[in-house]
């Protein structure tokens, strides 16, 4: 496979527009979910069959006393290896395939033959879900119908504070990188979240469990 593609989410950059998450929905025709007044900003509550994208929003208090406020914006991490093609294996050969030009990993119709606990619990994110009636599985296709089309993702496109950037994986690893030193000067705790495993690199400032408890691997 070619080195492919990548995504950066900056979230030292995010303002929890969830503009991400609309724009998900928009290019993909997925509806809109029922949600509710839960007393956070949280909303949806989780990603589904058809909410690909979440900004998922963390609430706490530092180890010297300040509250943070911690936004996410999640989507599947496009593993370099992924485990959830593996799993689905002996099942089906056709339910999930990892691009050889992007090294985006898609699920197919077909993913609905392989058993979904044991799909979602290969994946070190707990990203994959299952449409209760088809029993089709769904995640993010890293918009594998707009990336090979000379498009970039949907959800990068529709950032307005430049939190995400998509390009070719050895530039983003770079512009990872670099944006991890320039951060570290503030921010001691700052890293990127398994760059070597994953496609969708995660930036964050402070303990990745603050953020999410499946943030990183
Ligand atoms: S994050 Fe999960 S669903 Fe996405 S490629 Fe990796 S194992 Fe598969
Ligand atoms: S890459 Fe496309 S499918 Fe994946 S989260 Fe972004 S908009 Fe949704």
């Known amino acids: 496979m070619s080195k492919g593609k990548s995504i950066m989410v900056d979230t030292s950059r995010c303002s929890a527009c969830r503009g991400c ?3 998900c929905k928009q290019w993909n025709g997925l509806p809109g979910t029922k949600t509710k007044q839960i007393g956070t900003y949280q909303n949806p509550q989780d990603l589904s069959d058809n909410t690909w994208k979440l900004v998922r929003f963390a609430e706490g208090v530092k180890e010297n006393g300040k509250p943070y406020w911690y936004f996410f914006s999640e989507q599947c991490r496009h593993c370099v290896e992924p485990p959830c093609v593996s799993s689905m294996e002996g099942f089906t050969k056709t339910g999930a395939v990892q691009d050889k030009q992007t090294g985006a990993v898609v699920f197919k119709s077909d993913s609905k033959k392989a058993p979904f606990d044991e799909v979602r619990a290969a994946c070190p994110y707990n990203i994959p879900r299952q449409d209760p ?13 707009r990336i090979t089309n000379n498009k970039i ?15 070719d994986r050895d530039v983003i690893l770079e512009m990872v990188m670099k944006r991890v030193e320039v951060l570290k000067k503030t921010y001691p705790k700052a890293m990127a979240l398994n760059p070597e495993d994953v496609r969708v690199i995660y930036i964050v400032t402070d303990d990745p469990k603050k953020y999410h408890e499946n943030a990183a691997a």
């Open 21 to 23: 998450q609309v724009a």
């Open 133 to 145: 009636k088809s029993k089709v599985l769904f995640k993010c296709t890293m918009c594998i119908d």
């Open 153 to 167: 993702p949907a959800c990068v496109q529709s950032c307005p504070t430049g939190a995400m950037a998509f390009g």
